[in-house]
């Protein structure tokens, strides 16, 4: 995500060390003094210009030797962070063992450290009790150091609690000597077309650079998605730019999506540049209700030094799913029911197609048309069914009496 606190990356390999300034510990020795010299040269630096040399020397006033674990840290006055070959940066010993020294990069800056040339990196020096260790450092610019930044503080510090203070070198740097500027916002610009509100909604992403000045290098923005409800999954988070006048959907998941980049030298004479984004839900979603969205971007240089340098302030939206269309609810039928009625009609038919089978799927006369199986008469009235018995009886008489006239004719005959 977007998102989303990056911790402290150095850049260069120092197995086992943490740059972290001024780590407290028990050790009440008296802590070593650091200097830096003046530079040969009062004027500012240049862009592929003259470098600039100084000494920094490093002195022990105690009566037990200690280690010094250099650390030399550059904040530049401007809003992009330094590529490794944007300084020049060299250290000779002058009074202090064989030296090997490298770039570093932490939290997006800039950082030149060094070490004992026998050792690794990460290896402090031994300084001696009432002694000194001198090294001669060399400062430039290359053509690349962005136009957007301006001069910068140097300050020689320590990896460890080692020293009583640190000491701090300005350069001035020509052209442009002050910086420019960087801003990057967010604005809500409503719902999307064709879509309701609630599914999706519009914003527009700016990036401005104030001042003078232009990025040396193509600038990439993420943005960082982060819901009210922790127990959001599979949100189904889309996120669109659109791209030389088409919609494009943006590599990301439901937390993270990475926008389309600047190109190299984006600055002042631009103007203001504006990327229209939609968010939205996929159909697929898990969201069962309005659910709030809370979205921020991290800029940062599109290669080399890639710490986040600035972004867009949170800015909050509401999605959910789309209502469904309420169901009719059903009314009972008042159609007379096809299925034939279990009760024998009132009125015996005389037509022929009385004999025809009811409308149902079985041709099994209804159960309730058979006589009642508890050989008792449930009613002595004369209704439909006292008429329907007596007829039945009158058959079975007839039936009867013509057995005895045959079964008597049959003897007669013997």
Request: net charge neutral; proline share 8%; glycine share 10%.
């Amino acid at each position: 995500m977007l998102a989303r606190a990056r911790s402290a990356v150095v850049v260069a390999a120092i197995a086992g060390t943490a740059l972290v300034p001024f780590t407290a510990h028990a050790d009440s020795r008296p802590l070593l003094r650091v200097e830096l010299g003046t530079p040969a040269s009062s004027g500012p630096l240049t862009r592929g210009g003259a470098t600039e040399t100084f000494e920094l020397t490093v002195e022990n006033p105690g009566t037990k030797a200690r280690q010094y674990h250099p650390w030399l840290l550059l904040d530049q006055n401007g809003p992009s962070p330094l590529q490794t070959a944007d300084v020049t940066y060299r250290v000779e010993p002058v009074n202090a063992p064989a030296t090997a020294a490298f770039v570093g990069h932490q939290d997006g800056g800039w950082q030149g450290l060094f070490h004992p040339a026998s050792g690794n990196a990460g290896d402090g020096f031994k300084v001696p009790a009432g002694s000194k260790l001198t090294w001669k450092v060399t400062i430039g610019l290359t053509k690349s150091y962005p136009t957007v930044n301006g001069g910068f503080e140097l300050t020689a510090s320590s990896v460890q609690h080692e020293l009583e203070r640190p000491d701090t070198l300005t350069f001035d740097v020509a052209p442009n000597n002050q910086p420019g500027t960087f801003r990057t916002w967010l604005d809500r610009t409503g719902g999307c077309e064709g879509l309701p509100e609630t599914r999706c909604q519009s914003l527009d992403l700016h990036y401005e650079v104030g001042g003078h000045g232009a990025f040396n290098q193509a600038i990439r923005t993420q943005l960082i998605a982060s819901y009210g409800d922790s127990k959001v999954r599979n949100a189904g988070l889309v996120v669109e730019a659109k791209v030389d006048g088409r919609w494009k959907v943006m590599k990301g998941d439901d937390f993270l999506a990475t926008l389309p980049s600047i190109p190299k030298g984006f600055g002042v004479d631009a103007g203001e540049r504006v990327v229209p984004l939609r968010i939205k839900l996929a159909a697929g979603t898990a969201v069962t209700g309005p659910t709030p969205i809370t979205l921020r971007t991290e800029t940062f240089l599109d290669a080399g030094n890639s710490y986040p340098f600035a972004g867009a302030a949170d800015t909050k939206i509401t999605l959910g799913p789309v209502k469904a269309t309420p169901t009719p609810t059903t009314t009972p039928s008042t159609t007379p029911s096809t299925t034939p009625s279990t009760t024998p009609s009132v009125t015996p038919s005389t037509s022929s197609s009385a004999a025809a089978p009811a409308a149902s799927a079985s041709s099994t006369p209804p159960a309730a048309s058979a006589p009642a199986t508890t050989g008792s008469l449930a009613t002595t009235g004369s209704d439909s069914t006292t008429s329907l018995y007596a007829a039945l009886t009158a058959a079975a008489l007839v039936a009867l009496g013509s057995l005895a006239w045959f079964t008597t004719r049959r003897r007669a005959q013997r």
